[in-house]
């Protein structure tokens, strides 16, 4: 089998509570290593954080061959964190990830397994029949909600998707420039998977666990994020051919 790289890319906001965590799961990793399937490389992104975040990122990571450091001058969005990232990936395999513990950093290993010939990426489904769902409750109605929607306005002729807002997902990287997104915010990950159902893309959807976040807080504002997906809904029911 060739060896394939990959890039783990992780979008970083005032996340100095949950680092030592996450840099620990790096370690264990970067051990997984193997000459004959995958080896991984990161790219950290910080998002104009106000905490020590780069600081730590730049202790632990500013010297080594296997991280790159996304420095970002202002804070802008998990949106435009994530392109910042996505852009200086350079695997062949791209993750995303969060940097807290919605998703355990060590299924990162299992999500690829999920990635076979015949699809182009796979996404976390925390909402899927055989996943689940340990997050709060107020989260899970917004994302069933604009799953429902999301559906509806895609119309029935297109493949079935339980979860469109997992941040948690590998990517072959010749898709990327395909299904960049446009928004800065939290909608991205939406709009990623909607562009790859549109252009014809073979998804997989691999049933998994989301938690709730050990350490720091989320950023996630549901209102304004509500906001986001239900115009780009209003947007697909007028322009998507059914
Ligand atoms: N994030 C970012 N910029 C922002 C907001 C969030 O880089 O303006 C990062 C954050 O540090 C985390 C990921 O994006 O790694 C998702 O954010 P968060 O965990 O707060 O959202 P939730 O998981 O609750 O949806
Ligand atoms: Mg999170």
């Not at 264990?28 to 790219?43: A, R």
């Not at 804070?75 to 200086?88: C, D, E, M, P, V």
């Not at 990327?176 to 939406?190: C, E, G, K, S």
Request: hydrophobic share 40%.
């Amino acid at each position: 089998m060739n060896p394939k790289t990959v890039s783990v890319v992780i979008p970083c906001y005032n996340e100095e509570d949950t680092l030592p965590v996450l840099f620990d799961k790096i370690d264990k990793i970067l051990s997984l290593n193997d000459p004959e399937k995958y080896t991984f490389n990161f790219v950290l992104v910080d998002d104009g954080s106000e905490d020590r975040t780069l600081e730590l990122l730049k202790e632990n990571f500013g010297k080594v061959d296997y991280a790159t450091i996304v420095e970002r001058k202002e804070n802008g969005g998990f949106g435009a964190a994530l392109k910042s990232g996505l852009n200086s990936a350079e695997g062949e395999l791209v993750v995303t990830i969060d940097a807290d513990t919605n998703y355990d950093q060590m299924e990162i290993p299992r999500i690829l397994e999920q990635l076979t010939d015949e699809y182009d990426l796979v996404t976390a489904s925390p909402l899927h029949p055989d996943g689940h769902w340990n997050f709060p409750l107020h989260r899970f109605v917004t994302s069933r909600g604009v799953a429902m929607l999301y559906k509806f306005a895609l119309g029935s002729k297109r493949q079935k998707i339980y979860t469109f807002t997992s941040g948690f997902r590998v990517y072959r990287k010749k898709i990327l420039p395909d299904i960049m997104p446009d928004a800065n915010d939290f909608l991205a990950t939406a709009e990623m998977i909607i562009n790859a159902l549109l252009k014809g893309y073979r998804i997989k959807e691999y049933p998994c666990v989301v938690y709730d976040r050990l350490f720091g807080q989320s950023k996630l504002r549901t209102l304004a994020t509500a906001k986001s997906h239900l115009k780009l809904i209003a947007k697909l029911m007028f322009n998507t051919k059914k």
